[in-house]
């Protein structure tokens, strides 16, 4: 590998979004490693959705707003929407190996565990607050969840 090749090779990573860079080639190694600054991470994209912004003094009044942040089409289905009261991780089962804690169709009880979110290595349980029927299950296992997002709808028992 000539000059030149090394040259363009790290044009190219300059011009990329990689972050580091190693190249074994005979007996030549080359390692490029760009170092983060605030002005090289791409800014976060505001997701087109309207967001509703909430200021509670209290987690039981924070959850109880959330709760409240349900769209027009799953209130007129008659559905009750379970969201994140945190940012995290949310996980479906305690753990890989086991059987999700709930599955589209389960009929669950007032305080059975959905799920669990991850946030700061602390495992936050979900509970239903309502009596019903699973419907839709908004997230994949292992997946990061924002505060406010739909995590299950359930039909409320009759």
């Known amino acids: 590998m000539d000059i030149n090749e090394v040259k363009d090779l790290i044009h190219e990573v300059l011009q990329s979004d990689i972050v580091e860079f190693e190249l074994e080639h005979?007996?030549?190694?080359?390692?490029?490693k760009r170092e983060l600054t605030r002005e090289s991470v791409p800014a976060p994209?505001?997701?087109?959705?309207?967001?509703?912004?909430?200021?509670?003094?209290?987690?039981a009044a924070a959850e109880t707003a959330v709760r409240a942040a349900v769209s027009s089409?799953?209130?007129e289905s008659g559905l009750h929407i379970i969201t994140?009261?945190?940012?995290g991780t949310a996980y479906r089962a305690p753990s890989p190996e086991a059987e999700p804690y709930?599955?589209?169709?389960?009929?669950v009880s007032?305080?059975?565990i959905l799920c669990l979110v991850e946030a700061m290595k602390?495992?936050?349980?979900?509970?239903?607050?309502?009596?019903?029927?699973?419907v839709r299950i908004y997230f994949?296992?292992?997946?990061?969840v924002e505060f406010g997002q739909k995590l299950f709808a359930i039909r409320p028992q009759q």
């Open 102 to 107: 709930v599955k589209t169709g389960d009929h």
């Open 110 to 112: 007032e305080g059975t």
């Open 140 to 144: 994949e296992n292992g997946s990061p």
């Open 73 to 75: 089409e799953d209130e």
């Open 122 to 134: 602390l495992m936050n349980e979900i509970p239903s607050d309502i009596a019903g029927e699973v």
């Open 45 to 59: 994209i505001p997701s087109p959705k309207a967001r509703t912004s909430f200021t509670t003094s209290s987690p």
């Open 84 to 87: 994140s009261p945190i940012v």
């Open 26 to 32: 005979s007996d030549t190694k080359i390692r490029l």
